[in-house]
DNA sequence: AATGTATATGACTATTTGGTCATTAAAATA
DNA sequence: TATTTTAATGACCAAATAGTCATATACATT
């Protein structure tokens, strides 16, 4: 039995606060934006000082990204486990979107800040925060256009740069997630499925395919 | 013949004062996004002082929203001409596509800032100032959801929520001058105006027509 | 030309806030 | 229990910057 040495009282108190700032960090961040957001709310809503944050953080960005970064991975690997096993491209698409709505329907405050990044950040942040960010999503697009790409050599799509139809996919789940928040629509998300994954599949099918 | 007093001098100096500043502030704005766009800078780049902005506009938000409004009437005007005259809805579809596309070819900078305070601003600034904005925006998305209604009525489109589509329509399209922007594309936007064009259509076409 | 009026200026103020650090408290260790 | 080590605190600092206002300048009017 491999020795493991139990964690020290301070080990397990350290990890809770970090934790518990970065839940904070989340909260508040989502709620505000990034500029509204103060160092100060955020210690106070995590029931700690503002040197403690230090303590768990290098800095505001870094305490920012770090707190969008969890989310992320939860996404990216909710996306890519939706895409394991051999389903049909067609399959994977839908679960795609299906997995995307899903998710942001339940955490709508995190898509706002998802588009704020996008847009506004990194004009205001620097390059280096922005980069590592692209460089995170970059496995959702790939597994995208993977998964066109797959429909295009079956012939089941009809010839296109995987790349752009992930990016068109991408923003056509957004854009009735964004519509879906902006008319504070409350009926069930499968309807909007169905729309983006009809409109889509229409899109790129080849004709006679499936 | 009516009595038309000639501008005295002062008033065509402020005039171009007024023109020079919100030149200026489009520029920085675009540039360095809200908060890195000091006044500073702005009124350095429009060789005035920092006083003088204010006695033009209210404050800093007042002026960003009147640099934004002006490239958005722009923008809306674009679009409307583009919609004139009793074309089919297929056509008006295309001009909205290639009529958007280009315009934010040639207006990137502006894009961004449109990403921007979709994303980000209307977390950070007086609720206000978005709901103007937001009713300046809609327009655009009533001319298009207007045209997929019509192309309904004509059964040249399939049942669909028109908002919903002026939605999709305007995410795609905003999603390829992304991906322009991101991997800095430089080939004819036409091919990506012909690949929303198809793609759209296709996706809401009715079975048969056209 | 002299006087009055509107505009421009930029040093200055007030405030906000990210980040620090000397001090205190708590936990590990001997 | 005494001592050492580590963590937490929050008053404090420095920098940035939106917005002001007394002064200076340019224009209009008589």
Same sequence: chains 1, 2.
């Avoid at 503002?50 to 996404?75: C, H, S, V």
């Avoid at 205001?124 to 980069?131: A, D, K, L, S, T």
Wanted: proline content about 2%; charged content about 30%; hydrophobic content about 40%.
């Amino acid at each position: 039995m491999a020795e493991e040495r139990l964690l020290t009282k301070r080990e397990v108190v350290a990890e809770f606060r970090r934790r518990e700032i970065l839940r904070s960090a989340q909260e508040v961040f989502a709620r505000e934006g990034f500029q509204e957001a103060t160092m100060d709310k955020i210690a106070q809503n995590a029931g700690v000082s503002k040197g403690t944050l230090y303590l768990y953080f290098k800095n505001k960005t870094d305490l920012f990204f770090q707190a969008i970064d969890e989310r992320l991975n939860e996404f990216i690997s909710l996306i890519r486990k939706s895409l394991e096993g051999d389903h049909s491209p067609l399959k994977k698409i839908w679960n795609v979107v299906s997995t995307q709505m899903e998710f942001f329907e339940d955490h709508k405050a995190f898509f706002k800040v998802c588009l704020n990044i996008r847009g506004g950040l990194y004009l205001e942040h620097p390059q280096e925060y922005f980069e590592r960010l692209k460089e995170k999503y970059q496995p959702y697009f790939n597994e995208i256009s993977q998964v066109v790409e797959e429909g295009c050599e079956q012939g089941t799509f009809c010839q296109v740069e995987p790349m752009k139809a992930a990016y068109l996919l991408a923003e056509m789940i957004n854009s009735l997630i964004l519509y879906r928040i902006i008319h504070e629509t409350t009926n069930p998300v499968t309807q909007d499925e169905k729309l983006i994954y009809r409109v889509f599949l229409r899109g790129f099918l080849k004709k006679g395919a499936e």
